[in-house]
C-alpha cells in the first residue's frame, strides 16, 4: 500500500520526533510487567508483540515478567479445583500450584514467546526454576487494602529472596529477548507462585535496569478526583497511601517502582496496558498513557 504524500511525512515527523528517546534508550535494558486486558486482547498481544520486536531491533534490550490471573482462573476452573482468596491473593495447595505451573511455564509463556517470534524476534522462554533464576521464600507476611500488614498462610505463594542473572545475562548478550514466567524455588525445592510485578521489580533493580514498566488495566496512578497523576516522586508515595489515594492493588506495585528506583533503575513507570503501543508512547512519544516514578 502506498502511502500519501501527507502520510508518510506524518510518519515521518513520528520517527523524527522520537530519534532523542531511541538514541537515549540504545543499549539499556528495559524491563517490562505483562498482564492485564493486554494479554488477553488478541490485538493487544500482537501490538505488544510487534513492539517488543521493534525495541530489539532499534538495540534495547527488552526482558519480559509475565502474569497469568485470569488464565490459571480459567484452567482452575475446567479442573474444578475451588479457589479461595485473602485480600485478592489466590491460596495456593499443592494441586492449585501444580496447575498454576503449567499454565504460567507452558500455556502463557509459551504463547508469548510464540508471537514476538512470529514477528521475527528472538524469544526465549524460561521460569525462574532455571538456572535457579529466582530463588524463592514463602511468602508470611501481606499487604491489606491500607498499606499495613499482617501475618498470612497462603500455601506455595512466594517472595524473591534472590535473582541470579546468570541465564538472562546470557541470553541479552546473545541477542536474544528473556520472557520470564514468575514461578520460583527455595533450596529445598518447594515451587512457589510470585506476583509478576514484585518479580519484574527485582529483576530490574538486579540488571541495573534503564527503566521498569508495569504494564496494569488503568490509566495509571489516579487522584481521588479520578484524574490521572502523571508523574510522581518516592516521597509522596506515603501520604498518598495514608490518604486513601494509593490503595488495594495499586499499592504493591507503587512500592515495588519505588523499590525499583531506590535501588538503580532510573525510572518506574505505570503503564495503561489497553492502549494500543502502549509500551511503545511511553517510550517513544511521552504520550502520558500511565504515571511516571522517580526517585
Known amino acids: 500500500m502506498t502511502l500519501s504524500h501527507e502520510a508518510a511525512l506524518q510518519s515521518a515527523s513520528i520517527l523524527t520526533d522520537a530519534l532523542p528517546y531511541i538514541q537515549q534508550l540504545s543499549g539499556q535494558t528495559i524491563v517490562i510487567k505483562y498482564g492485564g486486558n493486554a494479554m488477553e486482547s488478541d490485538a493487544l498481544k500482537r501490538s505488544f508483540a510487534r513492539d517488543i520486536v521493534l525495541m530489539k531491533t532499534l538495540g534495547i534490550n527488552p526482558v519480559i515478567v509475565h502474569g497469568g490471573g485470569p488464565q490459571i482462573g480459567a484452567r482452575l476452573q475446567q479442573l474444578n479445583i475451588d479457589t479461595q482468596f485473602i485480600h485478592g491473593m489466590r491460596v495456593t495447595d499443592q494441586p492449585t500450584m501444580d496447575v498454576v505451573e503449567m499454565v504460567l511455564t507452558g500455556q502463557v509463556n509459551g504463547e508469548i514467546v510464540n508471537l514476538i ?9 524460561l521460569s525462574g526454576k532455571d538456572a535457579h533464576t529466582i530463588i524463592a521464600q514463602k511468602l508470611t507476611t501481606h499487604l491489606v487494602p491500607d498499606g499495613s500488614t499482617e501475618t498470612v498462610d497462603l500455601g506455595f505463594v512466594g517472595q524473591v529472596a534472590e535473582i541470579r542473572t546468570d541465564l538472562i545475562d546470557l541470553l541479552l548478550a546473545t541477542d536474544f529477548i528473556p520472557v520470564i514466567a514468575p514461578i520460583g524455588v527455595d533450596p529445598q525445592g518447594n515451587t ?9 521489580g527485582k529483576v530490574a533493580e538486579v540488571l541495573q535496569a534503564n527503566q521498569l514498566l508495569l504494564l ?7 487522584n481521588k478526583e479520578g484524574q490521572l497523576i502523571s508523574e510522581l516522586n518516592t516521597t509522596e508515595t506515603d501520604r498518598l497511601i495514608a ?13 515495588c517502582a519505588i523499590s525499583a528506583v531506590n535501588h538503580g533503575v532510573k525510572s518506574a513507570h505505570i503503564v495503561d496496558g489497553r492502549v494500543t503501543s502502549a509500551v511503545l508512547l511511553e517510550l517513544f512519544a511521552k504520550a502520558n498513557v500511565g504515571t511516571l516514578i522517580k526517585a
Do not use: E, Q, R
Open 117 to 125: 517470534n512470529c514477528y521475527n524476534g528472538n524469544a526465549v522462554g
Open 192 to 200: 512457589y507462585n510470585i506476583n509478576a510485578d514484585l518479580v519484574a
Open 216 to 222: 496494569t488495566n488503568t490509566p495509571g496512578l489516579l
Open 243 to 255: 490518604d486513601g489515594t494509593i490503595s488495594g492493588g495499586m499499592i504493591p506495585k507503587i512500592k
